[in-house]
């Protein structure tokens, strides 16, 4: 983003995007504003007619969760942030739906829906959604607990980080070998462009000499062949 009409993303109907009532599920993503009160749609999954939601924002950049007919199933308040990452997550455990930013939770709501719709589509970033960009958009069955929902903003918040080196060193992501040192929870994956030293998503370190076959990693040392 930000979105236009010429810039979006549809995927036409997928049977694991049919949530009913008894279904567990997640939405996932990093929002960034370019303004207050952005007012956008930021990813619905509709028809014509039948059962839809969508997730949209409001004054002061509150983000909601609609189901059919427009109604809140989840909302976490707006704090008039703007032009700064913030990790949004909506999640059902088929008894109720929760709204969490940045791996806290504002909102609960009881109760389940169903959003099952055979000629449902999914739209992320309608052509409104101009004063909006998105990242790592991801959604699916099975809920995500408070605990998981910590875990993935914590992981995540560095990427977003001024200067975040979270690409592997070089101009290819082919992969010759991987090593994962246990002592200092590093994982290092070589390519032919040279190794680079992984620390969750976060590139601390790299060489710049190819790695052809293999990579061994003990107690801080590494040897390559």
């Not at 749609?41 to 983000?63: F, P, Q």
């Not at 709204?99 to 055979?118: E, I, P, V």
Request: aromatic residues 12%.
């Amino acid at each position: 983003g930000p979105f236009s009409s010429a810039n979006y993303f549809r995927q036409g109907y997928n049977p694991n995007l049919d949530w009913d009532a008894g279904t567990r599920w997640h939405i996932s993503f990093w929002v960034n504003f370019t303004q207050d009160d952005a007012y956008n749609v930021l990813m619905k999954r509709s028809a014509g007619s039948g059962n839809h939601w969508t997730i949209e924002t409001g004054g002061d950049n509150s983000i909601a969760f609609k189901g059919t007919g427009g109604a809140v199933k989840a909302n976490t308040y707006g704090d008039s942030v703007y032009n700064e990452w913030r990790h949004i997550v909506f999640t059902s455990d088929a008894i109720a739906m929760y709204g969490y930013r940045d791996g806290k939770l504002l909102d609960t709501d009881t109760g389940s829906s169903d959003y099952t719709n055979a000629l449902g589509m999914l739209h992320i970033g309608s052509d409104d959604a101009d004063n909006t960009k998105l990242a790592m958009v991801r959604m699916g069955k099975g809920s995500l607990s408070s605990e998981q929902v910590k875990r993935i903003y914590a992981d995540e918040k560095k990427i977003f980080q001024k200067n975040a080196k979270c690409t592997l060193y070089g101009t290819t992501s082919a992969t010759t070998a991987i090593a994962y040192d246990d002592s200092t929870d590093i994982v290092h994956v070589g390519t032919a462009s040279g190794r680079s030293d992984m620390s969750g998503m976060i590139r601390i370190n790299n060489t710049t000499d190819a790695i052809n076959w293999s990579m061994s990693a003990s107690n801080g040392l590494v040897a390559e062949y």
